[in-house]
């Protein structure tokens, strides 16, 4: 590959939200998981260890994660997140202001006024389904690795993961929906308690009629957050 595509695929990747129903070959999945896992990792420890879901078990998953949600169950994710009562509680400033916006986008693309309650509800419903992607891609780590640190291995390896799946024509959409209920994945799809949930990729053909593919997000102006020491 010449570097300027290298670059382009940098460039051109994006969250896809809405999938056509196709299968994917198991082996693209593993040839993309076998190239991905070329990533750098410290101490080449190699943290990753990866479930693909798909098929009966990944419906089973999705309406477990949908009712959990309905039902209002607290989300337990293993690993902590932004915005989480009590658990991070600073998120403001420009980093909500990002978040804001990257809503704001999402409803006026899909025609959802800030009043349309139930518009948005429906939407956060389609995203606890997992988008209805046909695969979701789930990413855990020995719990023996406790500390934050292989959380950058993994940062490394999704992104990976994202580009390969790109090169071999397949959407994706890196979620932490996916892992918000860990003891139902868990159970359902069969990761031993041993290993900590750290996110899921929802994967598949991307729908490029639905208006939500069209999303193309902002991004900071780079000399707004480089700072050069010489
Ligand atoms: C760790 C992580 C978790 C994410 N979780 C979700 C999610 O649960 N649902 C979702 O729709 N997008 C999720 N995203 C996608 C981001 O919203 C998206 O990457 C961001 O808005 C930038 O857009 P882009 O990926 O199209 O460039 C997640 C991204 C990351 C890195």
Not at 41 to 55: M, T, Y
Not at 121 to 129: G, P
Not at 169 to 189: E, H, N, Q, S
Not at 200 to 210: K, L, S
């Amino acid at each position: 590959m010449f570097i300027v595509e290298l670059l382009k695929a940098i460039g051109d990747r994006k969250s896809i939200r809405a999938f056509k129903s196709n299968k994917i070959p198991k082996k693209a999945l593993l040839d993309i998981l076998r190239i991905a896992s070329r990533a750098p990792s410290g101490l080449n420890c190699q943290p990753w260890e990866f479930f693909i879901v798909r098929g009966k078990v990944l419906e089973q998953l999705k309406r477990a994660c949908l009712s959990a949600h309905r039902s209002g169950e607290p989300k337990t994710p293993d690993i902590q997140v932004y915005r989480m009562k009590g658990i991070v509680p600073k998120f403001d400033g420009i980093f909500n202001q990002r978040r804001v916006a990257l809503g704001k986008q999402i409803f006026s693309i899909l025609g959802i006024s800030k009043e349309d309650k139930e518009g948005q509800a429906k939407w956060v419903e389609n995203m606890v389904r997992f988008y209805d992607a046909p695969a979701a891609l789930i990413i855990a780590v020995d719990r023996s690795l406790r500390d934050e640190w292989p959380l950058l291995d993994i940062g490394l390896v999704s992104e990976n993961i994202l580009l390969a799946a790109q090169e071999y024509g397949f959407g994706t959409c890196i979620m932490r929906a996916i892992v918000d209920y860990p003891l139902l994945v868990r159970k359902i799809v069969g990761i031993p308690e041993s290993k900590r949930i750290i996110v899921g990729i929802a994967i598949g053909y991307a729908d490029t009629t639905h208006p939500i593919n069209s999303l193309r997000t902002e991004r900071e102006n780079v000399q707004k957050i480089v700072t050069f020491v010489e």
